[in-house]
Nanobody, 127 residues
Framework: QVQLVESGGGLVQPGGSLRLTCAGS????????MAWFRQALGKEREFVAA????????YYSDSVKGRFTISRDNGKNMVYLQMNDLKPEDTAIYYC????????????????????WGQGTQVTVSS
């Protein structure tokens, strides 16, 4: 069974940090682009960050650039999202996603280009 499982979410105060982890199983994800998306209550799912299979290129939304860092460990089939200087507007369910096509970038910021998704992990930033 192919699946992605996120962990590491929780409640944090503004200015704090969290590290999200996405564990892949059922197949190798080392040859596909991976990404993090988030969805706040009542809003559409939005792109957060993405990373290519070789880790050579990363992409970030303007709202998180400079605060979040995406990375991956292909040997462990894992993707990470380090989130620093968190703000209340970062509150959302965070989802890990994998492209189905190997070595393809395309529109990396569109959720429709990702075929495998995790169940999500809640991040709440509040004092």
């Amino acid at each position: 069974q192919v699946q992605l499982v996120e962990s590491g979410g929780g409640l944090v105060q503004p200015g704090g940090s969290l590290r999200l982890t996405c564990a892949g199983s059922g197949r190798t994800f080392s040859n596909v682009a991976m990404a993090w998306f988030r969805q706040a209550l009542g809003k559409e799912r939005e792109f957060v960050a993405a990373i290519t299979w070789s880790q050579s290129i990363t992409y970030y939304s303007d709202s998180v650039k400079g605060r979040f860092t995406i990375s991956r460990d292909n040997g462990k089939n894992m993707v990470y999202l380090q989130m620093n200087d968190l703000k209340p507007e970062d509150t959302a369910i965070y989802y890990c996603a994998a492209r189905d096509l190997s070595y393809q970038i395309g529109n990396i910021k569109s959720p429709t280009n990702f075929g495998t998704w995790g169940q999500g992990t809640q991040v709440t930033v509040s004092s």
